[in-house]
């Protein structure tokens, strides 16, 4: 069983930065597509970032902005998130998939409010 735990989401001004950490546990990490989703109220989960063997993907609203990256030895992936718009403002949401399974597993979440 994949435990995902995340952290660093909060309140931040337009053009603001922050980092967002998912820490994993309870497999071999370095097999995992691991991806950020996000999820604004009364909107459509989206597929923001995602990193694994064959590269990344980031959404076309992203690009230049955010930089999704990963440390197989501490077990966690990162979403730096730069030049923050207030349409970014939503709930983060980490993901894993398991390749020898084919199975998502999701953290609980993390809010992220840009002001202007």
């Known amino acids: 069983q994949v435990q995902l735990v995340e952290s660093g989401g909060g309140l931040v001004q337009a053009g603001g930065s922050l980092r967002l950490s998912c820490a994993a546990s309870?497999?071999?990490?370095?097999?995992?597509?691991m991806g950020w989703f996000r999820q604004a109220p009364g909107k459509e989960r989206e597929l923001v970032a995602r990193?694994?063997?064959?590269?990344?993907y980031y959404v076309d609203s992203v690009k230049g902005r955010f930089t999704i990256s990963r440390d197989n030895a501490k077990n966690t992936v990162y979403l730096q998130m730069n030049s923050l718009k207030p349409e970014d403002t939503a709930v983060y949401y980490c993901?894993?998939?398991?390749?020898?399974?084919?199975?998502?597993?999701w953290g609980q979440g993390t809010q992220v409010t840009v002001s202007s």
């Open positions: 990193i694994s063997r064959l590269g990344t």
């Open positions: 309870g497999g071999t990490f370095s097999s995992y597509a």
């Open positions: 993901n894993a998939r398991i390749p020898a399974t084919n199975r998502d597993y």
